[in-house]
């Protein structure tokens, strides 16, 4: 039966909020729908409340009247999995447990026609392992949308080794058809989003395990200065520690232990002291009265007028340095060494300011590294563990003298924001090296699917893929750690000088 015709029957079977959400789409999309959930009088509440949204929506302009009518009388409720038989696709939206959706799978291949179409909505489980337990595997694949249905107009659609293709062409036209966007990804863990997602809070977490800067200073360093709509820690406090910790264990081991996945000690622990997030009013912040309680942020201090020395080479890479500095006024020096009582000024890239600081020839006490890759929004200074307090102000207090607000963090070999873009990137990266998905697909899977402010590849190509491979070599020298070692994908496209985002797999 094709995807688009009237005829399609979609049965819904878990009628949470995710099923609810499927089941919204799907009827406004003029898709007659089934609802089923194991809960006595579940699927009726589901319904009610469905009603009750769609007439909400028309209550505030954004369906008509009779757009809400016809959606809610295409929705139905079945007494028990014999009511699906009509049905042509079935998507289970239970609870994450591999052996309970077996059994429902095997219950609903004994139900349904032998050409109806059973996709699952896991997260986070494999689609072979859930169709191994049917004898016609060839009819499951993964059918992953995100929460809430509505808004996330993103479906991850996955087939199994053994998943026939037209399963694929009508779960991909179907979810056309409910207005959403889908992209194919293979049956690994993670699959796109929740795969290309790990660098982002894993990294900040390391950040602050590192005592490079304290969270909300990480926080604004992302949002302000790289563009993030939230930063890690008000991620991890949306979204609950108890749905986060589980989720990046279950990835670091179903890759076996990968170094770039790799949970932080810090979330375990805090997840132990039962500081989830906003559910529980504390979280990396507090909620007293629902809200965010805003820590203070760093103040900038007194002006003092000292001459800035920078590398003429530093002037020639980042000329738009030298624009900030010459704003205020201040005396810049490009000479060989600095003056006596010059602030020594390093940008550098994937490297630490103690390592910029010897090669430069500079005095560690006079020495405070900027991050020249992320200027706008919000500036970041990094000290040497023998800079002066005295440099220290004084180098704040000039980079903020034309009102753009500079966070002062401690000595880290890449910043914050080049080590977490960087990390993102080589994560896509990979994820297109394994042909999980082709890069278009990642970008658009992970730009609707996290909301970041570009896809990974598309922040790889705005970087440059040098600039992103340099700095990846530089953490990996610093910390000799496998977490950084660069994708071969995105090495090759470095060396060759190519877009990560417009090259195939």
């Known amino acids: 039966m094709p995807a688009n015709s009237q005829e399609t029957i979609l049965g819904v079977v878990g009628a949470g ?46 369906i008509t009247a009779q757009v809400a009518k016809a959606a809610a009388g295409r929705l139905q409720v079945a007494d028990s999995l014999e009511d699906l038989k009509p049905c042509t696709v079935v998507v289970e939206a239970i609870f994450e447990n591999l052996q309970a959706k077996q059994q429902l799978f095997r219950a609903l291949e004994a139900t349904v026609s032998k050409d109806c179409i059973l996709a699952t909505n896991t997260s986070s489980l494999s689609i072979t392992s859930i169709a191994a337990a049917l004898a016609k595997p060839e009819r ?84 302000q200065a790289a563009g993030f709509r939230l930063g890690p820690f008000e991620l991890l406090d949306m979204t609950g520690l108890d749905v986060s910790q589980p989720v990046m264990e279950s990835i670091y081991d179903q ?28 979280g990396f912040y507090e909620y007293p009265n629902g809200e965010k309680l805003e820590l203070p942020a760093q103040p900038v201090p007194p002006r003092a007028d000292r001459p800035v020395w920078l590398g003429v080479n530093a002037i020639s890479s980042f000329p738009e340095v030298a624009q900030i500095l010459s704003a205020p006024g201040v005396t810049v020096e490009t000479g060989r060494k600095a003056s006596a009582d010059a602030i020594c000024l390093v940008l550098p890239v994937g490297k630490d300011a103690t390592t910029a600081a010897i090669e430069a020839g500079c005095d560690p006490e006079r020495t405070v590294g900027l991050d020249p890759l992320f200027l706008s929004g919000r500036r970041t200074l990094m000290t040497t563990p023998a800079t002066s307090a005295a440099v220290r102000d004084a180098a704040h207090a000039l980079l903020a003298a034309d009102g753009t607000p500079v966070s002062v963090i401690k000595d880290s070999a890449g910043f914050i924001a080049q080590r977490v873009v960087a990390t993102i990137v080589n994560i896509a990266s990979d994820i297109a090296q394994q042909g999980v998905a082709r890069p278009q697909d990642i970008d658009t899977a992970v730009k609707l699917g996290l909301g970041y402010p570009s896809g990974p590849l598309a922040m790889g190509d705005n970087l440059g893929a040098g600039r992103v491979l340099a700095i990846l070599d530089g953490l990996f020298e610093i910390y000799r750690d496998p977490r950084y070692r660069p994708s071969p994908w995105l090495r090759r496209r470095a060396q060759l000088g190519l877009s990560l985002l417009k090259t195939e797999i």
Do not use: W
């Open 255 to 282: 890759y076996y232990q990968e170094p770039r996945f790799r949970p932080s000690p810090i979330a375990r622990q805090r997840l132990a002291a039962g500081l989830l997030g906003r559910k529980s009013k504390r």
């Open 140 to 223: 499951v694949a993964g059918f992953h949308f995100f929460s809430p249905v509505p808004l996330m107009k993103i479906v991850e659609v996955i087939p199994g080794p053994l998943t026939g293709e037209r399963v694929v062409e009508t779960l991909t036209a179907l979810t056309k058809r409910m207005g959403h966007t889908p992209v194919r990804a293979s049956d690994t863990p993670g699959f796109i989003i929740n795969h290309a997602g790990r660098g982002y809070v894993t990294e900040g977490l390391r950040i602050l395990g590192e005592t490079v800067a304290p969270h909300a200073e990480i926080d604004r360093v992302l949002k």
């Open 17 to 62: 909020l995710m099923g609810r959400g499927i089941a919204q789409i799907a009827a406004q999309a003029d898709i007659a729908v089934i609802l089923c959930d194991s809960r006595p009088g579940g699927a009726q509440e589901a319904r009610d409340a469905l009603v009750s949204t769609l007439d909400s929506l028309a209550a505030k302009g954004k």
